[in-house]
């Protein structure tokens, strides 16, 4: 499940970048958050319904997100200016630091310390969101190209890897 997962949040973190840099309207991109929220939300589904507690923090985890993405697409949708979703991306933010920390301090794999690192960098591009939108700070551009490149780097390559079974 983590491949799929990966695969299409790169995707749809590719996209919102290139969103971001004005190059894709709103509404059209909006169907890429929707989708990939119901991905991350099924997977979290079937991770709770395994009743371990590695498969619940993994939905706890998966979900952070998956509301974050289909709370972009109802933003797009209403043209929302997105301050509430700026604070949630802080509570992301400040909820990935100790996941990375702890998830650092734990591993004893390179998957593990690669997961450890992703964890950090979502945690600062989560951080740019709330910059971007609650406190207004203009970032856009800088926003953009995080996600375009944190979506390839911790995403879209480990996904596309872990369905190919090379990693």
Not at 90 to 109: Q, R, Y
Not at 118 to 127: I, K, P, Q, S, T
Request: proline residues 2%; aromatic residues 16%; hydrophobic residues 65%.
């Amino acid at each position: 499940m983590l491949g799929l997962v990966l695969l299409y949040v790169g995707a749809v973190l590719f996209v919102n970048g290139i969103w971001l840099l004005g190059r894709i309207n709103a509404r059209e991109v909006a169907i890429m958050n929707i989708f990939t929220g119901l991905v991350g939300a099924l997977v979290a589904i079937f991770a709770v319904a395994q009743q371990d507690l590695a498969s619940i923090q993994l939905a706890g985890y998966v979900l952070l997100f998956a509301f974050t993405y289909l709370w972009v697409a109802y933003n797009q949708y209403i043209e929302a200016e997105g301050s509430g979703l700026g604070w949630y991306c802080l509570f992301v933010a400040i909820t990935a630091v100790p996941v990375s920390i702890i998830t650092l301090a734990e591993a004893d794999t390179v998957f593990l310390s690669w997961l450890g690192i992703n964890w950090a960098a979502w945690a600062v591009l989560w951080f740019l969101y709330f910059l971007l939108l609650a406190v207004k700070r203009p970032i856009q551009q800088l926003a953009a190209y995080v996600t375009i490149v944190v979506g390839i780097g911790t995403a879209w390559l480990p996904g596309f890897l872990v369905l190919n079974e090379y990693i």
